[in-house]
């Protein structure tokens, strides 16, 4: 067996093990925590787009989600389209959205990219917590909407078991996966990547820069935004406290930070290890301080940025690849004994 | 036929004038070479040129076109390529990688991108560390990581920011042949150099500027004997000598 062949295997095995979970975890808590994981997991993918690979800190993308939700959720409850079209809709309002923040702020370095669109997501939900109608939209200001449990079904993204949800997020991940390996191998991934780390040098060979961001924003703000419907037909209840909160951007960002910036696979890990951490702390230990899982983060992120400062996931693909080396050696001796 | 030609050319920044009304041709197939004193404009002159920054007045035209209002990108993309002279390596990526950036200016497949940065980077004896981080090379081998990336880009003119600043003797010779190689090529180069020795073989004219001013002209034989030069180099008591 070739080293690609290996890999691929290995991959594949990962997935199998997570679309296996279901038959095995059928406790719907368990399951809730699980969904909640991959949609971090996606939300987190969706944002290394930009955060990662253009070397920018994006701490706003709380907008593109609300931008979502809200969205797919209007036009269900007043209209009654199907929050798959919604979502779409959603995702192309966000894109324009995000490209209109992208203009100015990009021109930005550093923190102060950071602070624009900290600022930008707080505008938007400050308004959104004072407007309980956007012309014939109803927001219903910091109360929220509901989406009534009713007409359960896949067209309508609704279902009674938390199966279908695990099995759509879980989707969802693979393909922003996928869309990711696709863009870091292209031009713009290049193009990303060089822009991200030498600006200068990067003009000097050709590279756009402002406008590979603004496409890197684009996709990412769409992609974020679909993940704001699912959690609305999920969780049923939105409100700007829960899905337009600053907590929510600064969640990804550590996700991204502690998986690895950048890297493919990153986001999932960090949403591996961190979402555990966030939940059972909360479970038991949110009665004793609130925002005490915030803290837990922080001094997790203080040690990782401390020992691993490109995140967990550099030394985990060390780890992965010596693993494959030795599979591939222990192989190649048992094929060839005598040439000891 | 006329690569480059500066006419007039200025660049203010508040109260300084950096490059004062510089007037430059160069001939396709030359090595034209820039000299002065630290802080005389040089690298200045260079940022108009590759469009850094916009000319505070005069014109600048590339193959005879107006390159008023282009950016970087563009004119790269129009044959023009630059290095630094503080080297900028992407420095967490691989060599290969570094180079295969600036072959994307010409196609948009990522096999062919790294073909010609396999290319460049065997032409410039950086092949076996292809796949070594940049950050980790030394400062020849990044020197000429920055050539090999503004090549990845096919130019047909090249700016050299000291790309000798910092090598040894003998990576300066090596240098040396790779540039006379590069220019017989068919590639034009305009540098900025420090190293004398180098700059005197190497080029086919000189343009010697002063506090953004041209203060002498000509080929490395004229330039080596002009008073103003060694005045400007050496200071005034030595151009009465």
Not at chain 1, 26 to 46: D, E, G, Q
Not at chain 2, 55 to 84: M, N, V
Request: proline share 4%; aromatic share 10%.
């Amino acid at each position: 067996m070739t080293r690609q062949a290996l890999r691929k295997v290995s991959l594949a095995a990962a997935a199998a093990i997570i679309l296996g979970i279901p038959v095995f975890v059928t406790s719907p808590t368990y399951l809730h925590i699980l969904v909640l994981l991959f949609f971090y997991a996606y939300l987190t993918t969706s944002w290394n787009l930009v955060g990662g690979f253009a070397g920018v800190l994006p701490l706003g993308h709380s907008t593109f989600i609300g931008i979502g939700a809200y969205t797919s959720t209007i036009l269900y409850l007043q209209y009654g389209i199907s929050p798959w079209i919604g979502m779409i809709v959603g995702g192309f309002l966000a894109t324009i959205v995000g490209v209109l923040i992208g203009l100015p702020t990009f021109k930005l370095r550093g923190a102060y990219f950071a602070l624009a669109t900290i600022a930008f997501a707080e505008a938007v939900r400050v308004i959104v917590e004072n407007t309980d109608y956007l012309g014939p939209f109803k927001l219903n200001g910091p109360r929220g909407l509901q989406i009534p449990p009713l007409n359960v079904g896949f067209g309508n993204l609704l279902f009674n078991t938390k199966q279908p949800y695990y099995y759509i997020v879980v989707l969802m991940l693979f393909g922003v996966i996928a869309l990711t390996y696709l863009v870091s191998r292209s031009k713009l991934g290049y193009y990303l990547n060089a822009g991200g780390e030498e600006p200068e040098a990067a003009m000097a060979l050709g590279v756009n820069v402002a406008r590979c961001k603004l496409m890197a924003m684009a996709m990412s703000s769409f992609l974020t935004a679909l993940a704001g419907t699912f959690y609305a037909q999920f969780t049923l209840f939105i409100h700007p406290k829960s899905i337009i909160s600053l907590d929510l951007s600064f969640e990804i960002a550590f996700i991204a930070l502690i998986g690895g910036r950048g890297s493919i696979v990153g986001p999932l890990l960090g949403a591996l290890l961190l979402r555990p951490v966030s939940d059972f702390s909360r479970i038991y230990l949110g009665a004793v301080l609130p925002g005490l899982h915030l803290i837990i983060f922080g001094i997790i992120l203080i040690l990782v940025m401390m020992f691993q400062p490109r995140g967990l996931h550099q030394p985990l693909a060390r780890l992965y690849n010596w693993l494959i080396d030795r599979l591939i050696v222990e192989r190649t001796v048992k094929l060839s004994p005598t040439k000891e | 036929m006329r690569i480059l030609e500066a006419k007039r050319l200025s660049m203010r920044f508040g109260g300084l004038l950096a490059v004062d009304q510089l007037d430059l041709q160069i001939d396709e197939g030359q090595i034209f070479g820039l000299i002065g004193p630290n802080g005389a404009g040089k690298t200045t002159a260079f940022n108009c040129i590759a469009g850094v920054y916009q000319a505070t007045s005069g014109e600048i035209f590339l193959h005879g076109e107006s390159t008023s209002g282009q950016r970087p990108w563009d004119l790269c993309r129009k044959g023009l390529a630059r290095t630094f002279q503080v080297v900028k390596p992407f420095a967490t990526k691989t060599v290969l990688y570094n180079v295969a950036v600036g072959g994307f200016a010409r196609t948009s497949v990522r096999a062919r991108a790294e073909e010609k940065a396999l290319e460049v980077l065997e032409s410039l004896h950086l092949a076996e560390k292809k796949d070594a981080l940049a950050g980790n090379l030394t400062i020849g081998e990044r020197k000429r990581l920055e050539i090999a990336r503004a090549l990845a880009t096919e130019p047909r003119l090249l700016l050299l920011d000291e790309v000798m600043a910092g090598l040894r003797p003998t990576e300066v010779d090596e240098m040396v042949r790779i540039l006379k190689r590069l220019r017989d090529g068919g590639i034009t180069i305009f540098l900025i150099e420090h190293i004398m020795r180098a700059v005197m073989s190497l080029s086919d004219r000189i343009v010697v500027i002063q506090y953004g001013k041209k203060i002498a002209e000509g080929t490395p034989r004229e330039i080596a004997s002009d008073e103003n030069v060694i005045k400007a180099y050496l200071g005034e008591e030595y151009g009465a000598a």
